[in-house]
């Protein structure tokens, strides 16, 4: 007896999914637990995987389609009836279905829909991350590789008229899949993901509903970064984890935060809300776009903790494992454009939040310091804040708390 494929339940505040991906086709047999179908809603991408050994049988809903919760998209046959499809194609030995299996568990929902998309498997394509972890541009990479080792292989009757029209379609084009716009030029349209699709909105949204404004300052890290040459190692042996830079401005910001409530706080209609907590957003890079996983009360957690739960929330990014319940919430939130080699920039709020502190590049720049010019390494900070609910003498000043804080770190040791 077949049994039905349904959306999961989705969050309260999610409306509506987006179908991205069905890594099986219709009379593929399958195993319980594995993944059928990637759903991606605003935030996270939620995996559907089967209730039981089978054969995937029809596909309601394709990839594209607007679904809703339970709704279903597709139905799951017993392992018989396609045990007779089945039989005429070669199993794959042992080896092989595990080498496929542990590479297509280490790649992320993009990577796995552009395979879908180009007719590969993750055992095709040569990945350069660590253990061989396969990005987008392993995949672009080794079609773009094919496709010229196709156009090769062709006949010289093909390869004539593939010169004859290189001038007005290049190659790459159909690899990248590009098309001749009305002047001849190539271009790429694709659906904006919903994810972006929501960044966009969210943004949009604070910059006409807030009254944002940005405060500038800069810290001397010679002193934390010092200290950290001095204990990275004996920190690395004891916790299991390495000493970063975001754990530091982490503790700084959480103890200003307990200073100056009013950036702690956010507003609800006509209300303010005093948070009487710290949850602090760190914004995160992924295949899908950006997004804020939230660290939960952290003025309870130490400096290793904080650097766990962060190298915990950027494999899940990467790996495309967030959860909404990572991401829901927020009192306030960090951003590094310096892993970048952003130099300065005026961060963007994420709402209802009051603040934002953005993080630049450390360069080595020329400073004074006790009547003497001395090179040390400097990094722009940025708060961006919402001047309705913090006044600009608390933004100010709790700007420069997060300053003086990082570069006298025992001041955190002190509580001062």
Not at 391 to 406: H, Q, R, S, W
């Amino acid at each position: 007896m077949s049994s039905e494929i349904k959306v999961p339940t989705l969050p309260e505040s999610v409306a509506d999914a987006l179908i991205v991906t069905w890594h099986k086709k219709p009379g593929d047999a399958v195993s319980r637990d594995e993944v059928l179908v990637d759903i991606e809603t605003d935030k996270v991408v939620l995996e559907v995987p089967a209730s039981s050994d089978g054969v995937l049988g029809d596909i309601i809903h394709g990839e594209g389609s607007t679904v809703v919760a339970n709704q279903v998209i597709g139905s799951l046959e017993p392992a018989a009836a396609g045990a007779v499809a089945s039989s005429s194609t070669p199993a794959a030995t042992p080896v092989e279905a595990a080498a496929s299996d542990s590479q297509e568990g280490q790649t992320s929902p993009a990577v796995r829909k552009l395979l879908t998309e180009h007719g590969l498997s993750a055992s095709d394509v040569k990945g350069s991350g660590k253990n061989g972890r396969i990005s987008v541009e392993d995949v672009q990479q080794h079609v773009s590789g094919g496709s010229s080792a196709a156009a090769s292989a062709a006949p010289a009757a093909g390869a004539v008229a593939a010169a004859n029209t290189a001038s007005v379609a290049p190659a790459m084009s159909l690899a990248d899949g590009m098309v001749l716009n009305e002047d001849d030029r190539p271009e790429r349209r694709v659906p904006m993901t919903r994810l972006r699709s929501k960044i966009a909105e969210r943004l949009l949204d604070a910059t006409q509903s807030t009254a944002m404004l940005t405060t500038f300052n800069e810290v001397n890290m010679q002193a934390f970064m010092d200290l950290r040459s001095k204990l990275k190692d004996d920190f690395l042996k004891t916790h299991g984890v390495k000493l970063g830079f975001m754990s530091i401005f982490l503790k700084a910001a959480t103890e200003a935060l307990k200073r100056f409530p009013d950036v702690n706080a956010s507003i609800d209609g006509d209300d303010i809300v005093y948070h009487g907590f710290c949850d602090i957003g760190v914004a995160v890079s992924s295949d899908r776009g950006l997004v804020v996983p939230v660290l939960r009360n952290t003025d309870t957690l130490s400096l290793a903790e904080m650097e766990a739960t962060l190298g915990m929330f950027a494999d899940k990014a990467r790996d495309g494992k967030l959860s909404l319940e990572d991401m829901t919430g927020g009192t306030f939130t960090l951003s590094n454009g310096g892993v970048f080699g952003s130099l300065l920039s005026t961060p963007i709020l994420n709402p209802p939040q009051s603040a934002i502190l953005g993080m630049h590049s450390i360069q080595q720049r020329p400073v004074a310091e006790n009547g003497e010019v001395v090179i040390r390494p400097m990094m722009y900070l940025a708060l961006s804040y919402d001047h309705r609910i913090v006044d600009g003498k608390g933004a100010v000043t709790f700007l420069k708390t997060i300053k003086e804080l990082v570069e006298d770190p025992a001041k955190i040791l002190f509580d001062l």
